[in-house]
Structures are given as structure tokens and as C-alpha cells.
């Protein structure tokens, strides 16, 4: 069979044209770009990378997280791309993954000035990533259905049945670190039979938090675990929620801060630390707490703090150290892993 | 739950949805078929019916996720849900088989005749003639719609996934992504994907088979076969039925549900002055969609090529090039992604190559089944009337020549590119994990907007990201037409 008319030789010549076309679409600025990989939203952390831009001259070629690729992202791919790295600096909406760069000796130490401002618990020892404006594990609680108080979720959770009650799947994003959390309070045996507690009085169990919240704010569940961004989502449009935080039996809180991180071998690391002392200034942590209502981890002024945003300040003053669920991290996965292939 | 499982619950719903659509799609063919050619109620008939096959997977699952939360309480309902929509689009597929292949070419003459041969219940070639005459006769149809139903079926990825809750509906793909979500490494990966690898091959090389060996002229009784009124009344109405259904689940109620937000986030794109920019990463987006739609029609072409060569349907070759589009875009992806990593490949690891390589690989299955499809659309006695009647002295023989050629064979194939660049454009899972820093699909953009829940942008993006890429098409089409 022939083309008679797309002859296969002159249609590959154009489309030989258009990959070349499609190759030439770099960089045109002669001023060297940094290359970020940012896990956080898009939506908020824009406006912060234009700043940044703005302020210093300094193209950004920023790669975001894919909410499609959930967390097969950036931190898989930064371990993929470690001997050669594209990226400079990693902002991760996490701490938990870049603990695991920083194992996998993907990371390069900095210790930016900025830094100072930043309690203890939220950054590295060595210095291989800080933690800034952060956001806390919460119940999001329908309303319409059941009061917003502890002892009302209390008595939800203690339940016969959770068939109203949703939570993500735990493989995945924040629902991973409060598991890891718990591995790390509980033990592995504690946290299994809590699991499995959970699913024998049919727990409701979803692919993400952004689901979890739908699920509350349609009043299809009265209540389930999430994080403030997706609460906060719910209250914007209008839905009968609120939030109360996630408590251990100690009382504290799980308070999970962004992340940055200078990337070892990077091409741009004099630029990369400029960004970091940028992103860990005072001005983009109220930045983002006037946009996606972050709590801000170092020292403010208070009174630019939004409103909203003040009582989370105090349920963060409460949180628990990430860095031991960190350690405990890869047996949750293990664990997981046996739970989801049944092997 | 284990692989195994989740494999026999694709395999089961795939089968089950398959078989129910094999009438359906019959009835509507009989629903089109009955309005008088070429007239505007059968050309619109035509579009709404094949329509579901081309509304993105992601404005399906998007649109229908809260329906399906709302049926949290019932495992039953959530997988019936998902097996509705797979329905619609199985629907509209196996119609375009229908409408594209030649009806049989064995007549129920033939049949008859064969059945009043002598000693027929006793003679083993008797048999297997038998059944090869219905095999390559009334029954090769259907039989290509089924296998074909069944690979788009067996083959969902993101409609599971965004109506997953509780694990169900339950997909040996969505098992494949949570299991590497979990850690699992690339080679324990590779090895989960061989036995849907296998089940994938079980359907295209029989489909491939019938397709190639089926011949390529249907006798005349076939396509005018008689039926009673009162049965042809009862199809057609089966299929209008079918056609609204499967056009207001997929095409009526999310427009109905989306056009006020879509409204609203036009407007907005339009003040904040992002339009443009947004036309130009939709048209970047689809560039690169249209290049591997042409690289891998170029390879199915050689590999068709090749086909025609050895005189085999389908060469080990071939087999071989064709097993990275089956075992998925999730395990070709992260191979590419390694082996770009490697020193000699890495200068252009941060290029299109690698997005290209691997959107290549997972259309080129397609690919193959397109060209052989269009091998029995276009048969050599045709092409080879109109190719000498363009050497007719008559300018207006020449001309009709000229439009013959073009009916035949160019827009053929230049609707099958489009219609794999479409396929190429939505997919989300390649360009996340190969896509360059400075190239980002729309198709990424729209997925982070669904989970930012901002709907009105969502769907403005998603309405232009349909719209623009298939009015350049259509554009493209008509001047292909006039150069003709």
C-alpha cells in the first residue's frame, strides 16, 4: 500500500520541521535560568516565584508537582535525575520526602541567614533543608450533620461504623505522614490494628484529600481527615465545614511545613541560595499566608497575619517533631506495599 | 488485594460491558443505516453517535466523580456507574468499526449452500469450513467491534481513577499506579505488567488477524439485508435510545452541568489577559501530539510495510515494537525516564525526545490497528481505478480523479492522524513523568486545576483544549481539500 498523496517521505520531513520547531522552545533570556521543582500549588506559590523574579532579575524555570502523578512527582523524580541533576532547588509542600532526599544524599547543606527565623523543629541540623509556612492535619466536620467539637468526632470515630467518615488513601500525600506519624507514636503493631479497625467498620476511603473534603462539604460523609488548604477550599465556596486539628493522645498537633532544599550538583547553586532566602524570609511567608492561609513558622508581624489564619498559629505551636516519622517512613511503605499487592 | 484480582475484575467488566455494547452498537448502526444516505439526520446521527469516543477521559471522570461519591454506600452501584460510562464510549467505538468496515463477504447464499452440502454433520473439513466462513463472513464484524471494545475497556486508566473510592471501581491499572506510589522498583513493576501485556495481545492479534485475512469487498445482499418491519422498528428504536443515552451521560449532562462555569472562566481568562498565553500552550501542547500521532502512523506504516514483505500478518517485529504501548504509558514512561538518564542519552533528557519516544510507543498498537483499518478501507482495485483515471485527458476526469483519491485515501489518513493526536493530547501519564521543565501539556494544567477546585477555570481550559486543536483540524482538512 502507498500514500499516493501524504507520501511517508515528505510527511516525514515535516514533522522532522515541527520537532525542530518544538525543540527550540528553551530559555530565549541570555541570563542563566534557576530551575525549580515545586511541589507546592501552583495557584500560590506563582505569585511567589514572580516576586522572586521581579525582585532579583532572575529567571525561573519551574516544574510543579502533577496532582494526576500524586507523589510518583518530584521526589521520585529528583532521586531518577541524581546523578546528573536538572533541578536546583527543590520546594516541596512537605518535609517528609525531602528527609528521604536528604538520606538518599540528594541534597546539598545551606545554611541560609533567613533561616535564624525558623524554630528548630522545622528544619534540618545539618542544614539540608528548612521548613516554612506550613499547614496542619485536621478533621474537616459537616456541620449540618454533627457538631464541630472534639468529643462529637471523638464519639464519630469511636463508632460501630465509619461508613460516614472518609479518609485518603494512605500511600499517598499528607495521609502518608500522618501514618508515619503514628508509626512513630504507636509502633508498627499498634498502627496496623488501627488500620485495620478503621476498614472493618468501613471507613471510607478515598484518593486524596481533595476527595475527602468533597465527600464532608456535600455531606455525603459528616466527617473525615484532611489538611487546612482543602478545608479552607471548602469554607471559600460556601460549604457547611469547619476544622478542628488532628491531636495525638498527648495533645499535639501534626503541623506540616513546606520545604526547601539546595539540590547536590545543581547547575545554578549560587542562584539557588538566593532563592532559598527569599522563600524563607518573613515577607513570602505572610505572602502565603495572606494567599493559601500557610501558618507562618518564624517570627511575623502578627498583626499582618490574616485572622483565619491566627488560631492555626497557636494549634501549630503545639506540633509534633516530623523527624522521627521521617525515620519510620520507609517501614510504613513496606507495610503498605504488603497491604496493597496482598504478597 | 492482589494483582491477580484486580486483573480478573478489569478482564470480567471488560467482557461484560463488551458483550452488552456488541447489540447496541448494532442497533444504532441499523438506527443510521435507515435514514436515506448522505442526508443531514444520518450525518448528525453519525457525529452524535461516535461523539462519546472523543470527550476526554478526564471531563468524564470529572464530571461523574461526585455522582460517584454520592454512591459511596454501594460498591455495587460506584462499579455499575463506572461500567455506564465505559459503555458509552465501547458504544460509539464499535460503531465506527461497524461504519468503517465493509460488511461480509460471504453471502447467506453461500452459507446456505454450504450448509446443504452432503455428510455435513460428520466431516471434520465440513466443520472447520463452517466455521471459517462465519468467522470471515457475518461474524468478522462483530467479532473486530468486541475485540476492540474489549482492549478500550481493559485499557482505562484515568476514568477509574478519578471515580475510585473505597478501591472501587477496581482496575489492574489503578493497581499498577498505587503500586508504584508505594515504592514498588521498576522491575518488580515490568514483571506485574506482563499478564496485561499477554491479555492485550490475546485481542490484537486476533483482531489484527480477522482484519487482515477478513477480504475486503462485502457481497450486496449483505448490505441490504431484509428484516421485518416490526423488528426494524423495534432496533432503530434500541438504538435511538442507545444514542441519547450515551450522548447525555457524555456529551448533554456535563455540558449542561459545565457551560454557566465554563462561561464564568471564560470571562476570567479573558480579563486577566490569559488567553492568548493559554491558546499557545493548548496549540504547543497539541504540536507535540500531532508529531508523535505522525511518527507513530510513519512506524505503523513500516511496520505494515514490512507486513506486506514477509507475507506475514504479524511479524516478531512488529510484536516486539508493540508491547511498550501495551503494558501502558505508567512502566514505559518510568523505563524512558531511566534510560534517558544514562550518560549517552542525557543531553537530550530535557527536550520533547523523551515525551515523544514514549507517546510514540503507546500509540503505536493503535497505530497499527488504524493503518490496517484503513489497508481494508482503501482496497487496491479502488485506488488504482482513480489513480488511472487521472490520466484522462478531461480536465474534469482528472478533477474527479483527484476526488475520488481524496475520499479514498487522503482524508483517511489524515483523520486518522487527528484523531490519534487527540488520543496523544489527553493522555496525562507520559507528559507528567517525561515532559521538559519548560514544556508543560495542558492536559498537566488542567488536572492541577481540578484539584485546586477551580471549576470555572477548569472547564474554560478544558472547552478551549477541545475546541481549538479540532477547528485547526477541520481547517486543515478543508484546505488539504482545495490543494487536492
Known sequence: MTFSRIRPLTFAIFLGLLAAWLFTFRSSSSTPALVLYCAHDAVYAQPVIDLFTQQTGIPVDVRFDEEANKSLGLTNLLLAERAQPRCDVFWNNQTLGTIRLQQEDVLQPYRSAQ?????????????????????????????????PTAAAIEQALSGDSLNRVAIAQPQFGTTLSHYSVLMAEWGEQ??????????DRGIREVRGNSMTRDLVAEGICDVGFTDTDDAFAALDAGKPVAMLPVRLEDRRTLCLPNSVALIRNCSHPELGKRFIDFLLSEQVELLLAQSARQIPLGTVDAASVPEEV?????????????????????????WLIQEHTGQ | MTLTAALMWSIGRALLVTLVAVPLSKSVQQLVTAQRSGSLPQRLLTVAALLPLFVPELLTGFTWRLASAKLVHSTLATEALYAALLLCRIVALQFAVRLMLPGSPVSTEALHLWSMMPRRRTSLHWWKSWWRLKIFGPWRVPAIAFLAG??????????AALLQIDRHPVAWTVWLFDAHALGEPLSRALRFTVPAAAVQLLLIVPGLSLLVHGGRLQTAQQAVRQSSQSTAAATTGVGAITVTLTIGTTVVWPLLGNVPDAALGLLRLWQKGTLLPLSVQILRSAGEAFLAAGFALLAAYGLQSQRVHRKAWLTGRSAVALLPGLIGPLVTGLVLLSA?????????????????????????????????????????????SAELLRTARSPTVQQASNHLIWILQTRRWLLALAILTHWCFWDVTTASLLRPVQFEPIVIRLYNEMHYGRTESLVAMSGLSLLLPWTLTLVALQLCRRWN
Open chain 1, 310 to 334: 491566627r488560631p492555626l498559629q497557636e494549634w501549630a505551636a503545639d506540633s509534633v517533631d516530623l523527624k522521627p516519622a521521617a525515620e519510620v517512613n520507609a517501614v510504613v511503605l513496606d
Open chain 2, 150 to 159: 474489549m482492549l478500550l475497556a481493559f485499557q482505562d486508566f484515568e476514568t
Open chain 1, 190 to 199: 499498634r498502627l496496623q490494628a488501627w488500620h485495620t479497625s478503621l476498614h
Open chain 1, 115 to 147: 533561616a535564624e527565623r525558623i524554630p528548630d523543629t522545622f528544619r534540618d541540623a545539618e542544614d539540608n533543608w528548612t521548613g516554612f509556612a506550613a499547614r496542619l492535619r485536621v478533621y474537616i466536620v459537616n456541620t449540618d450533620r454533627m457538631e
Open chain 2, 340 to 384: 534517558f538518564q544514562l550518560p549517552i542519552l542525557r543531553p537530550v533528557y530535557d527536550t520533547i525526545l523523551p515525551m515523544l519516544c514514549s507517546h510514540v510507543l503507546m500509540l503505536l498498537p493503535r497505530a497499527v490497528l488504524l493503518v490496517a483499518v484503513l489497508q481494508v478501507l482503501a482496497p487496491a482495485v479502488a485506488r488504482h
